[in-house]
């Protein structure tokens, strides 16, 4: 089974509102990093968050990191359709890199 | 800068035939990975590597086999295709942290 799990699995929102995805994991963690994908193509990375850290910030984007709850959120804010793609969060315990299902965000115009 | 290209993009395959699909990074990373994607699935790890010479299972490795012969290559093998098989295949590479992916491998295999 994966390790981690999105939720939820889609997510349609009006531009300029922001975007809310969630990650819950199973065992302990590196790492959390969350990777955006756009139809068809490779993963990009977005942002690491450490398991020593809380929150983390970069740019638009707002992570934060509960290990005793073993989750993480993304916070997109002000939406743009350039977001619209699939995110995945990836836990990495040693040098395994696992990730989740995913959840699909659309932004409209 | 290259970063990570997999050959080939496309590919059909007949049940039971052979193929490998070729990961080459140029960045000089010591840690390898092959996911497949498939629909609501996410990336689930068939194999990794965490340098030259080494390979290891990851959640998905029947069916597969994997070398690691030269630092910058990862080549998957399927020695016997079958339809469940039939998948997009992602490489990655990493030094410690973030992960760079090529473009893909779309396999069907009729």
């Known amino acids: 089974s994966q390790q981690g799990e999105e939720d939820p699995q889609a997510l349609s929102i009006q531009e300029g509102e922001n975007a809310t995805m969630n990650c819950s994991y199973k065992?302990?963690?590196?790492?959390l990093q969350w990777y955006r994908q756009n139809s068809g193509r490779g993963l990009v990375h977005l942002i690491l968050?450490?398991?020593?850290?809380r929150e983390k910030h970069s740019g638009r984007l707002r992570v934060t990191l509960d290990t005793s709850k073993k989750s993480s959120s993304l916070l997109i804010t002000a939406s743009r359709e350039a977001d619209t793609a699939s995110y995945f969060c990836?836990?990495?315990?040693?040098?395994?890199?696992?990730f989740g299902a995913g959840t699909t965000v659309t932004v409209r115009a | 800068n290259a970063g990570v290209t997999q050959t080939p993009k496309f590919r059909v395959l007949k049940t039971g035939q052979s193929m490998t699909l070729l990961c080459a990074q140029d960045?000089?990373?010591?840690?390898m990975y092959w996911y497949r994607q498939d629909p609501g699935m996410g990336l689930r790890l068939i194999h990794y590597s965490v340098g030259e010479g080494t390979t290891a299972k990851g959640e998905v490795p029947d069916g597969y086999n994997v070398s690691r012969l030269k630092k910058q290559n990862f080549l998957l093998g399927l020695e016997s295709a079958a339809p469940s098989q039939t998948s997009v295949y992602f490489c990655?590479?990493?030094?410690?942290?973030?992960?760079?992916f090529g473009q893909g491998t779309r396999l069907t295999v009729v």
């Open positions: 990836a836990t990495d315990a040693g040098y395994k890199l696992s």
């Open positions: 065992t302990s963690i590196n790492n």
């Open positions: 990655a590479s990493s030094e410690t942290t973030e992960a760079f």
């Open positions: 960045m000089n990373h010591e840690y």
């Open positions: 968050i450490r398991s020593n850290e």
